[in-house]
């Protein structure tokens, strides 16, 4: 047996005043590869949870002292996750309800069944590292979503951590709006984080990525056979935040016949999955978000306002980084310790003159485009500086691409559209409606000229 094997299987605490049955149990736990330690009655027994910290209390009901309810009792104060198992040759009903009225996670009747035994610490065991798994993770996510971390100095980003702190512990909807990539996600989980549903679901779900009906079966779930490839009943994405917060992206894509069922939840906290009759009723904290001018949508009469009046209960307006240059030092860090990690590259910082460079820049595509061009920075750097020649040549100048290029006499002009369009696309991390709306063109038409250029070209663009 290695001397770490014990401690990988748990450590349990044996508590009986009848030293034949303690240290028998014992011999055969330790047999087992468990780090096991004894307690001759109740006291000693809550002196060895309180230095050894077991996973696991197997103690005797009837000790003198102080008896197994009151070392029940005590030990949970010290850590209440604790498992602890009351074994009595006097096995009344009411002396089990009693037990595991006050916390104990099972008992057993004395002269204890050895299998029985083994099965009950394999369970405690479980549900021990279950508990501990599942507050590491909240304790990451914690410490992934407090205000410190989601960079920002500027006074813009200290007000919307301001009104994050506010208003998190509400129930009421968010409206979070701003250019895309400026980190809408990521507030919206700091919301839900720091609200008392943080122990519940954060679910996501991006209006913009789904034809209408599968939008609609994704939000509120379907019944086998309500249409064509529907084999069993589904939970949509509301039934799963239940308790939760739901994170609506890109809301202003919702459909109209949409944005009425949503609207009816907004108002009766109840639905109906697609194709059933059913009425459940969610406890959801709608969370959305949006690049577009919903005022201009309701305007158009493609946007009910009704349902915009819900969903702005309190409104957040993230700043393009533009408008926050002072950040980009700091988020430059952020991305440079974080894909230099990643990379496993040694990589202290950036020079001065590409950091001015990067200030220089509008960003149009805001801290996603940041983090791009940082990324592709450090994997291009070769020693441990990111210095101006790891940054594509649009991150010089501030959003005027197209007057930069140099062109020779004789290019033609599909020549110098392609190397522009390419260009910017790079400098823009392939994102192309951002790159449309710099160059002022359609979307569609760089798709068709991508297709156009073939598989080099679109690589480029990626």
């Not at 009704?306 to 993230?318: A, C, M, Q, S, T």
Request: contains cysteine.
């Amino acid at each position: 047996m290695s001397k770490t094997q014990p401690d990988k299987r748990g450590r349990i605490l044996v508590v009986d005043d009848e030293k034949g049955a303690r240290e028998a149990l014992a011999d055969i736990l330790t047999e087992d590869g468990y780090q096991v330690s004894v307690a001759a009655d109740g006291v000693e027994g809550f002196e060895r949870v309180q230095a050894d910290a077991p996973d696991v209390v197997i103690s005797d009901f009837k000790m003198p002292r102080l008896d197994g309810i009151n070392l029940l009792r005590k030990s949970l104060t010290i850590d209440p996750d604790l498992k602890f198992v009351l074994m009595t040759a006097f096995g009344t009903i009411k002396t089990a309800v009693e037990a595991m009225k006050l916390g104990a996670e099972d008992y057993l009747v004395k002269p204890v069944n050895l299998e029985e035994v083994q099965i009950v610490i394999a369970r405690c065991l479980k549900g021990r590292r279950l508990v501990e798994e599942a507050r590491g993770l909240r304790e990451r996510l914690d410490e992934k979503y407090r205000f410190d971390n989601i960079v920002g100095n500027s006074p813009q980003m200290q007000l919307v951590f301001k009104t994050v702190e506010q208003i998190a512990p509400s129930r009421s909807n968010v409206l979070i709006t701003g250019e895309s990539g400026t980190g809408k996600e990521l507030i919206a989980q700091a919301i839900h984080q720091h609200s008392p549903r943080k122990d519940k679901a954060f679910v996501v779900l991006n209006c913009a990525s789904l034809t209408e009906t599968l939008l609609e079966s994704e939000l509120f779930g379907h019944e086998k056979g309500s249409f064509t490839g529907a084999t069993g009943r589904r939970r949509g994405r509301l039934e799963q935040a239940d308790g939760g917060t739901l994170f609506l992206d890109e809301v202003g894509e919702v459909p109209q016949s949409t944005q009425v069922k949503l609207l009816r939840f907004l108002q009766s906290r109840e639905i109906e999955r697609v194709g059933g009759n059913e009425v459940l009723k969610l406890d959801v904290r709608v969370v959305t978000a949006t690049h577009r001018d919903l005022k201009q949508l309701i305007e158009s009469e493609t946007f009910r306002e009704d349902l915009f009046y819900r969903l702005n209960v309190i409104e957040i307006g993230l700043p393009p980084l533009r408008e926050r240059k002072g950040d980009i030092p700091a988020l430059s860090d952020f991305f440079i310790r974080r894909y230099a990690a990643e990379n496993r590259k040694q990589i202290t910082g950036i020079e001065e003159a590409a950091l001015q460079d990067l200030i220089r820049y509008d960003w149009p595509g805001n801290i996603r485009e940041l983090e791009n061009i940082i990324e592709r920075a450090v994997v291009l750097a070769g020693g441990k500086r990111i210095t101006q020649d790891n940054l594509p040549e649009l991150a010089v100048e501030p959003g005027k691409a197209a007057n930069r290029f140099q062109f020779t006499a004789g290019v033609t002009l599909g020549e110098a559209e392609r190397e522009i369009i390419l260009r910017t696309l790079d400098a823009v991390g392939g994102h192309v409606p951002r790159a449309a709306e710099l160059l002022g063109i359609s979307p569609r038409k760089i798709y068709y000229r991508l297709k156009e250029y073939g598989h080099e070209a679109r690589s480029k663009a990626s």
